[in-house]
């Protein structure tokens, strides 16, 4: 029955509690242990039930231990004290951002499909989300102009349940926004704001509700609004990575486009967009509308203007984690707008395409974020590599170690992943406002000054209480499921709270080879059952729900520990969610990982781990593959690499069998007289002092700042001034190059020596150029010059630029340079031509280049 009209029915609090309610509403909470702990204390019992939602948890609690609390004098200490120092951090102006820069009227806009705040907020799905979640916490942290911009959905992720067997099924349950930690925007008159977004021969609307996370605001869609007819589009944003490709096609409208109509309705122009993965990538086609229209300026002006002022963030390392759709859904959603911007189709699906030319090409979203930004990178030093390889079809002819693709390090939000004792125990040795440098590697050093008695006792109550966090959580997923009351009496005496703990939660997916310490039952039983030096198993994860082999392999794990000798010593906690996480990092002794090398784009948790005394041991791969050291964590494996997947896993999990057998559980149960592990406990604090100095996000956010968002802030300032004058002239200026660029020639290439020359002597080049109607400073003559491989190919090539001088032969004109050898081999050289501007963002954007090749002259 549909009701005749709706009313918001909000929590009563009592004058003297009142300002709990802006301490629930601002995401804050998530990161400041008081407060949590404030909000535990009204009820505690309540705040577990509640899933640590402090918005419901105020609509529920009864009025009598409002009351009681009202009358308690402590509490209200409390409460106004913390509130004190909250609104004194919203005031704050002496932030890092502030003393870096100059005041500016800059925003950033921040776009993701999903953000991971808290279990509280269900609108992310894993590490892409929770990475989102902890930039624009550190934002916050550090003062930055950022809004964050994404969708809050209706059912969020699945939640998981597994059958008896171990096969994961899903559960959706609805979302009430007005229950979560979120709040409806709206207009002056009290209703609620509201955009249109066109689709196919309609309109699509959304209301717009925003979570405060510190002095961030994040902007979050919802289409599940009565202005929208079809029920299609009111499901539009129903839940997260679920459906068929014209669903995600349009969410992802919706994030673009309508996160830019969302935030111009509430007057705010980002000076950058960020687009943390390509789902966000159609905002650069809405920004080339507005900006074509705002400033009568041509599609292509206005491509130039609105990529000047966008960055985007690549997390996949691999063809299938890219979106992308087929030319005629394209064209059912998108032929609209590239009639009426005035490109031809051809250009338009250019944009998405490595080869223009090929018309069954489907249309690529990371590919659009691509050619719509000035700056992009991947999310570790070995992602950089893999993106490099992964795009690089994307500029013909470019070596793959020129693709202009950075990265950036993915890091952690401490304080969002740390245990309340841990951050006490900082306070006291590294100083109360430790995460307020937390970049500072003199002050992680002083880690080291942490006795060793303290820090154990502390990690010891840590794994004790997980242990107890496990059982309860493990007899709950046996009661639901029916389980017989003796299975539920020894769920509550699985793991054993004072033996070598090992943890292992992420993503289920193939690569990450959750199955690799199974692959010898016999011997990882032998490990599990030891009777002098035994370890235990906690495993947790969710497999995308049309993942089989993903789900296949979370049955083979569930069912090798629910064996009967095993099942004391390995547990598969259901329902993996940042709650479970904190839990694990929290009180494990070691952090495992285990994917394919080159598949893992970063991956986070191990850092989280670190931060709270754990010890990874982990395959060279994303993050781990530039931190690891010999005494601050384990490496399986050196690196290599393997044509045979079945021949790696086996050598691969041999290589961590040993490790545990020879190294690891030796070292955790050798003891002195004190009964400390003394060695365990250097290796913990070497991990903590040489880690989270540098993976930490902060310093990731300051890195996005300084070489990210102030570039392209400037950037996109400098291209709008002046009615996009400068936009225009590069324009004007890329076509003329392209008109010329064919009168170009190399014509003969000399150089000062011939087959042999001496480590120390310099090799002096001399090009000469045909360059047509093109002028000098049109172009760069380069050398590119290294080694040779195998394949005859110049590998991790040199650039030395060839300049101009006076010499002229016809036509032709002489570029002389020198290259400078310091190691002997087998050299090469050759040289080339790129487009010259320093309004470009890379001469590579222009896909031209212009090669030295037969048959030219080439002489000693």
Known sequence: MKPIRDIEVIPFLPPALESLRELAYNLRWTWEHEIIKLFARLDEELWE?????????????????????ANDAGFISQLQRLYQKHQEYMRNENTWYKRQFKPSNQTIAYFSAEFGLSEALPIYSGGLGILAGDHIKAASELGLPLVGVGIVYQEGYFRQYLTKDGWQQERYPMNDFYNLPILQVKEKDGSPVVIAVDFPGRKVYAQIWQAQVGRVTLYLLDTNIALNNQQNDQDVTDALYH???????????????????????????????????????FLGLE??????????????????????????????AVPAGIDKFSPDLMDRYWSDYYREIGISRDEFFALGRANAQDSSESFSMALLAINLSSKRNAVSKIHGDVSRKLFSDAWPKVPVDEVPITHITNGVHARSWISGEICELYERYLGPQWYEDITNERMWKRAEEIPDEELWRIHEHRRQRLVSFCR?????????????????KEALEILDPNILTIGFARRVATYKRANLLLRNPERLAALLNSKDYPIQLIFAGKAHPEDN??????????????????????????????????????????WLNTPRRFLEASGTSGMKAAFNGAINLSVLDGWWDEAYESDAGWAIGKGEVYEDTEYQDEVESNALYDLLEKELIPTYYDRDVEELPRT????????????????????????????????????????????AQRAKKLVDWQNKIRRLWSQLQIDAVESSAKRTIKVGDDLNIRAWIKLGELKSEDVSVQIYHGLIDANGDIMDGEVVPLQITDEKKGVLSLFAGTIKYFSSGRHGYTVRILPNNPDLSSPFDSKLILWASDPISVTA
């Open 680 to 723: 365990w406990i250097s290796r913990m604090k070497t991990s903590m002092y040489k880690l989270c100095p540098v993976f930490n996000i902060e310093r990731m956010v300051q890195e996005y700042t300084f070489n990210m968002y102030m570039p392209a802030s400037a950037r996109s300032q400098e291209f709008l001034a002046d009615g």
């Open 549 to 590: 082999p993903g789900k296949d392999l979370i049955r083979q794990v569930v069912r090798f520990s629910r064996q009967k000798d095993i099942r004391r010593r390995f547990v598969f906690l259901e329902d993996y969610d940042m709650n479970v996480a904190r839990w694990m990092v929290g009180g494990v002794d070691v």
């Open 243 to 281: 459906g068929d490709s014209e669903l995600r096609m349009k969410q992802e409208i919706i994030l673009g486009v309508g996160g830019i109509k969302a935030l111009t309705a509430l007057g705010i122009t980002p000076t950058v967009c960020h687009m943390n993965e390509g789902h966000s990538a």
């Open 472 to 488: 309860n959580r493990f007899r709950n997923q046996l009661m639901e499921q029916g389980a017989h009351p003796a299975e539920l």
């Open 287 to 316: 920004r080339i509308r507005m900006l074509s229209k705002a400033h009568s300026i041509s599609f292509v002006e206005a491509k130039e203007v609105a990529a000047a002022g966008q960055v985007f963030t690549t997390h996949t």
């Open 49 to 69: 039930s509640c899933g640590h939602n402090p918005a419901l948890m105020l609509g529920m609690i009864s009025q009598v231990k409002l009351h009681n609390r």
